[in-house]
C-alpha cells in the first residue's frame, strides 16, 4: 500500500496561537490531498484540499501547502481555538479512486 | 443535507458470530468505500463501489469479509466468523462524480469478544 505519514504523532498549542501539522507521502504520482479532522466517536471530516497543480491554497483559518519536490503536505490553523481539538489526518490519492491516510496527528489546544 | 449514515453505531459480536454493517451514503453519490479504523490509527482501505460495481476489494483482510451494493445505492460489509482482531471502527464514505473529498459517516464500533 501506500506510505502517507506524519511527521509529529501529538502537538499542543496555545489558544490563539497558529498551529502547523505536517505530512509526508511517498507517491510522486499523487495529484491530490486531502486533510480530515477528526473528533472521538465521529468519522473523519473534510477540512480543505488541494490539487498538485497548486503549491498553496487557502479555507477559513486553514491553509494547505504541498510541496512536491520533498513531498510534503502542511496543514496550518490560524488563531486555533478550543474546538479544534481533534486528530488530523492527510490523505493523498493518485487515482482520485483510492485514498491513503495517515496516522495522524492529535491537537490539543490548551485554553 | 442528510449525510453519509451508518447502522449500527455500536456492535458487540461472540467470536464466530457474523455480522453485517450498513451504510446509506450521500443521495447521488455515486462511489462508495468503506474502510476499517484501529484505535490510534488512520482508516485502511477495504473496498470501493462504483454504482452496483465492486471495482476494488483488495484491502478486504479475508475472505471473511465481504461487500455489496446491490442496487447501487445502500451497501452492506459482512464479516464472517468475526475474530478478535476484526475488532475496529468499520467507516463508509461516498463521494460524487470526478475528484472530490470522501464524505466520511460517524462509523460503527465493532467490539468481538
Known amino acids: 500500500g501506500e506510505s502517507v505519514g506524519l511527521h509529529l504523532p501529538t502537538l499542543s498549542v496555545q489558544e490563539g496561537d497558529n498551529s502547523i501539522i505536517n505530512c509526508a507521502y511517498s507517491?510522486?504520482?499523487?495529484?491530490?490531498f486531502i486533510w480530515y479532522k477528526q473528533e472521538s466517536g465521529k468519522g473523519p471530516q473534510f477540512i480543505i484540499d488541494?490539487?498538485?497543480?497548486?503549491d498553496k491554497r487557502q479555507g477559513q483559518r486553514v491553509t494547505v501547502l504541498l510541496n512536491k519536490t520533498v513531498k510534503h503536505l502542511s496543514l496550518q490553523i490560524a488563531a486555533t481555538q478550543p474546538g479544534d481539538s481533534a486528530v488530523y489526518f492527510c490523505?493523498?490519492?493518485?487515482?482520485?479512486?483510492?485514498?491513503?491516510f495517515g496516522t495522524g496527528t492529535s491537537l490539543t489546544v490548551i485554553p | 443535507g442528510a449525510g453519509v449514515s451508518q447502522s449500527p453505531r455500536y456492535k458487540v459480536a461472540k467470536r464466530g458470530q457474523d455480522v453485517a454493517l450498513r451504510c446509506d451514503p450521500i443521495s447521488g453519490h455515486v462511489s462508495l468505500f468503506w474502510y476499517q479504523q484501529a484505535l490510534g490509527q488512520g482508516p485502511e482501505f477495504l473496498t470501493y463501489f462504483q454504482n452496483e460495481a465492486q471495482l476494488d476489494k483488495s484491502g478486504l483482510p479475508s475472505d471473511r469479509f465481504f461487500a455489496e451494493r446491490p442496487e447501487g445505492s445502500v451497501s452492506t460489509l459482512k464479516i464472517q466468523r468475526t475474530q478478535q482482531e476484526d475488532s475496529a471502527v468499520y467507516l463508509c464514505a461516498s463521494t460524487g462524480t470526478g475528484v472530490s473529498p470522501l464524505h466520511f459517516g460517524n462509523g460503527t464500533r465493532l467490539t468481538v469478544t
Open positions: 488541494i490539487r498538485s497543480n497548486m
Open positions: 490523505a493523498e490519492s493518485p487515482t482520485g479512486n483510492q485514498f491513503y
Open positions: 507517491n510522486s504520482a499523487s495529484d491530490y
